[in-house]
């Protein structure tokens, strides 16, 4: 089954992904092979993980989460629906 996941690094910075084997790609990014991004952000935290009905469905998943603004980021990540219903209002220009 593939998973989305999103990791909180040292400097918070939120670095989102996607994999099959949520344990194993953990342990390689805290081994730092698994990105550049967070080899140069260690430690990281796993803060959030949702399973996907298929790699194509994950793989959209991943690309709208990164996406998204660090606000409603971390509301998903918080689970304040609310909040996030109310960032996911289109902006005005």
Same mark, same amino acid.
């Given at each position: #089954?593939? &998973?989305? &996941?999103?990791?909180?690094?040292?400097?918070?910075?939120? &670095?989102? !992904? #996607?994999? %099959?084997?949520?344990?194993?790609?953990?342990?390689?990014?805290?081994? !730092?092979?698994?990105?550049?991004?967070?080899?140069? @952000?260690?430690?990281?935290? #796993?803060? &959030?993980?949702?399973?996907?009905?298929?790699?194509?469905? =994950? !793989?959209?998943?991943?690309?709208?989460?990164?996406?998204?603004? @660090? =606000?409603?980021?971390?509301?998903?990540?918080?689970? %304040?629906?609310?909040?996030?219903? =109310?960032?996911?209002?289109?902006?005005?220009?």
């Amino acid at each position: #089954m593939p &998973y989305v &996941y999103i990791l909180r690094c040292a400097d918070s910075a939120f &670095y989102v !992904g #996607m994999t %099959n084997d949520p344990l194993s790609r953990f342990s390689w990014h805290l081994d !730092g092979f698994a990105s550049r991004f967070t080899a140069k @952000r260690l430690p990281v935290e #796993m803060v &959030y993980i949702e399973e996907a009905p298929s790699l194509r469905a =994950a !793989g959209a998943r991943e690309r709208q989460l990164k996406g998204w603004t @660090r =606000a409603k980021k971390e509301a998903l990540i918080e689970g %304040n629906l609310r909040s996030l219903h =109310a960032l996911s209002r289109r902006r005005r220009r």
